[in-house]
């Protein structure tokens, strides 16, 4: 590891901000050449990916990057780490005060490391039916290392070539199952549903034609989400998980007002166009055409199989673990999906907002992606109303 | 056999009444196209209409009051802090301010400064109120500032009017008197500004239909509208959305009461839509948004209540509005709503001010409408959505 960069991020980012007044010409970051293009970003997590991103297209060996006690109580380190692990091999280990996160982007060989750290569909994939055995899936990957295509926009590289790896839903469906199939190609590629005839869920989703690797992780993610779900929720929002899912959310969105499929990336319109079409032909087989769509996403089993006390406890774990849970304290489970916390005095109110997305994304992430954070309420001051309440 | 509806597109559907001159049961957002085709690109568009209130104090105690689910940190709305919102929204494109929810405000000091500089500032104002604290002094000085003054009356007769909006029984009078004078200056200066009646219905409260139409026939307002009314998603107010089905009747019998230069207006899709709605994603927000009386900015006022901390933006009593405007703490909690995280189904409550804006966003996004310039004129009020 003595090829490593060691960076002192609070350091450099002080510098930073310093020389953006004191320097007129010839302004740069100190010392590594890879700093001359890495800018600092108001949100530290942001920051540091973008300095190990820096790092990692100067084509070093590896970087160390101490962050210190006031950096480390700013953000989500665990967070943070697993979007640091997509760039190379990384440890972490305590440095004085506080940590040093520690990136390889060379192997043993000398060769780069071409990485894909799990995250982003976390149960959902889990619960995916792997048509392809591991030992193939292994066999594959290293005789075909998944390659994106050039030009993929970097923030959904990661999801795409995560996805990609796993070809699970690549083929056709076998005619010989008792549930209807119904299938459509757009511009060479095929996506095939069994359809449970009786709710109009999509009970398997296969496709072929895909003839690059982004293809390949877009239309895996695809036919992922869409399988287990009503038909009409497939054509109405499948496309809008497949974006959220697929993007990086350790970097800005990608774009600066409302992110859609449409406008995030082209690559969307085509799954767009195959579920819609898929939907369509359904309703030409079938005569189908009820555009009510009420779906309401449900619990994972494993969330489902504890007790309600064992999820305040798993919440309160994670909350009491998370840097932004600092102050919150779990109040009670109103529903399954719905947690109420309350905040200690010391809380600001105006970071409560923050505070509140943080966690709820971090339960998300780590728990059941239903879950959702609430406040106890302000109660109704209405007097007429609570007297004609206590009166019935 | 041919593709069924789901599929096929059709022309824009914001109204049925697009005619009309007044909308006031659909949206008017594709008289903004501009706007929605920004929204589309991922721009960070300005809303288009700001609905507000400068107080969360009234001075009446209706039954159904939503805003009393609103609940939320007080703080004061000052003229200043007014006069600096109004140059904010001005300057980032805003186009109408209605002050009608969430609290009575004509009871704060900066009311009528408000309505007058939002004018000067090239702003479309509105008004929604109980209208009993008004004279005819300020009438002078408001109406040729308004676009629209709706006064909220949901009854029909003295006794029926004190025990529905929890007043004395002669407020009524009085505000009988308001909406008379009111008529008079709008004609005497022949002032272009819309005067409105509306009649917030709870099933139970059915007996005041058609005295509110007869009501509104004497007085002669430009119209008098009936809807429904907005329950939180825990149901606090107990409205009985199917016990609507039973009142079409009387409403049409109210409808009937229009003349040439009266419209009883019915808010007929709402009221049919029973308190459901057929989308999950809620991207009316960014262009129709709302600030309580608090000061609080916030998408929606159904979550003005502590309860919805995690969507609350921040405060203009606190920060410049168009600062808050340009905070990805703004744009992060407008992209939760669009975001698989958020439904609407489930996570609000029933048909709320976004509603129409809702509807016509999701059909476009799931190809169920086009975006095309609406045939037909320019209704009033556009930059009301």
């Known amino acids: 590891m003595s090829d490593l960069i060691h960076i002192d991020y609070e350091k450099i980012a002080a510098d930073y901000m310093e020389s953006l007044t004191t320097m007129l010409r010839n302004f740069q970051s100190s010392g590594h050449r890879f700093l001359e293009t890495w ?16 790092a990692k297209d100067d084509e070093v060996a590896g970087i160390a990057i101490h962050l210190g006690q006031a950096t480390l109580a700013r953000i989500d380190s665990e967070k943070l780490k697993q979007a640091a692990a997509r760039f190379g091999t990384l440890s972490t280990f305590p440095s004085g005060d506080g940590l040093e996160l520690s990136l390889a982007f060379l192997a043993a060989d000398g060769s780069r490391i071409v990485t894909a750290e799990g995250t982003g569909f976390g149960q959902q994939a889990a619960a995916v039916s792997r048509r392809e055995s591991s030992a193939a899936a292994e066999k594959r990957k290293e005789s075909h290392p998944v390659v994106l295509n050039k030009g993929t926009n970097p923030l959904y590289s990661h999801g795409l070539q995560q996805a990609a790896e796993s070809r699970s839903h690549e083929g056709s469906l076998l005619a010989k199952d008792p549930l209807p199939r119904v299938e459509i190609t757009v511009e060479g590629l095929t996506l095939s549903a069994l359809v449970d005839p009786e709710r109009n869920i999509l009970r398997k989703a296969a496709y072929s034609g895909a003839d ?37 959310h350790s970097f800005a969105p990608p774009v600066p007002g409302i992110v859609t499929p449409e406008n995030a990336d082209p690559m969307f319109a085509l799954p767009t166009r195959l579920v819609r079409e898929l939907f369509a032909e359904y309703c030409r087989k079938t005569g189908f055409n009820n555009l009510k769509n009420q779906h309401d996403q449900p619990i994972s089993e494993a969330w489902k199989a504890l007790s309600s006390e064992e999820r305040v406890e798993r ?18 489970m109103e529903s399954p999906k719905r947690v109420i916390v ?17 966690v709820e994304d971090h339960l998300q992430r780590t728990l059941d992606r239903t879950l959702q954070l609430y406040v106890d309420p302000k109660v109704d001051q209405n007097k007429r109303r609570l007297r004609e309440a206590s009166a019935i | 056999m041919s593709p069924p509806a789901p599929i096929s597109h059709k022309t824009l559907n914001i109204s049925e009444d697009h005619t009309a001159k007044l909308i006031l049961d659909g949206t008017k957002l594709g008289w903004h196209l501009e706007r929605v085709r920004a929204w589309e690109r991922g721009e960070r568009i300005a809303p288009i209409t700001i609905d507000m209130a400068l107080t969360r104090a009234c001075n009446y105690g209706c039954s159904f009051c939503y805003a009393m689910l609103q609940e939320n940190e007080r703080a004061v709305i000052t ?26 405000s004509t009871l704060s000091p900066a009311f009528i400064p408000t309505i007058q500089r939002g004018h000067e500032l090239g702003l479309s104002m509105a008004c929604g109120t109980n209208a009993f604290v008004f004279n005819r002094r300020k009438l002078e000085e408001i109406l040729p500032s308004l676009t629209y003054l709706r006064v909220n009356f949901s009854a ?57 139409a007869q009501l509104g026939k004497e007085l002669r307002p430009d119209y008098a509208v009936i809807k429904h009314c907005s329950d939180n998603e825990a149901g606090s107010l107990g409205v009985n959305y199917s016990a609507y089905g039973c009142l079409h009747d009387l409403l049409h019998q ?74 990805d703490r703004y744009w992060e909690v407008m992209n939760y709503l669009a975001s698989p ?36 004129p320019e209704p009033m009020h556009i930059d009301f959505i």
Not at chain 1, 217 to 242: A, K, Y
Not at chain 2, 157 to 172: A, L
Not at chain 2, 353 to 375: C, G, I, M, S, W
């Open chain 1, 315 to 332: 919440i309160s774990e994670e909350v009491s673990a998370h840097p932004s849970g600092k102050g919150m304290l779990v109040l009670r």
């Open chain 1, 212 to 248: 690059s690797e982004n293809l390949h992780g877009l239309l895996e993610t695809l036919c992922r989400f869409i399988e287990g779900r009503p038909l009409i929720e497939c054509h109405d929002h499948s496309v809008i998980f497949v974006e959220y899912h697929l993007r990086d």
């Open chain 2, 79 to 104: 003229t200043d802090v007014m006069m600096g919102f109004l140059e904010d929204s001005a300057e980032i494109g805003v186009r109408g301010i209605s002050l009608v929810s969430d609290g009575e």
């Open chain 2, 156 to 212: 029909g007769t003295r006794e029926r009017y004190g025990q529905i909006m929890g007043v004395k029984p002669e407020w009524f009078d009085r505000v009988c008197q308001n909406i008379r004078d009111m008529m008079e200056i709008k004609r005497r200066n022949n002032l272009p500004v819309t005067i409105g009646m509306q009649m917030v219905l709870m099933p139970q409260d059915a007996d005041q239909i058609l005295p509110f």
């Open chain 2, 254 to 327: 109210a409808e009937a009461l229009s003349d040439a230069e009266y419209q009883v207006v019915v808010k007929w899709s709402k009221i049919e839509a029973k308190g459901t709605r057929s989308y999950q994603r809620c991207y009316g927000a960014p262009f129709l948004i709302q600030i309580s009386g608090s000061g609080l900015v916030a998408p929606c006022g159904m979550l003005f209540n502590e309860r919805y901390k995690k969507f609350h933006i921040g405060n203009i009593v606190e920060e410049r509005f168009k600062d808050i405007w340009a905070s």
């Open chain 1, 39 to 54: 800018v600092p970003d108001k949100d530290d997590s942001r920051s540091i990916l973008g300095m190990i991103e820096a």
């Open chain 2, 341 to 376: 995280k958020f439904d609407a189904q489930k996570m609000c409550g029933a048909l709320c001010l976004q509603h129409k804006v809702n509807e016509f966003l999701d059909d476009y996004k799931k190809d169920r409408t086009d975006l095309l310039q609406p045939a037909g």
């Open chain 1, 342 to 358: 309350g905040f200690a005095e010391n809380v600001k109110p105006g970071a409560k907002q923050g505070l509140l997305i943080a």
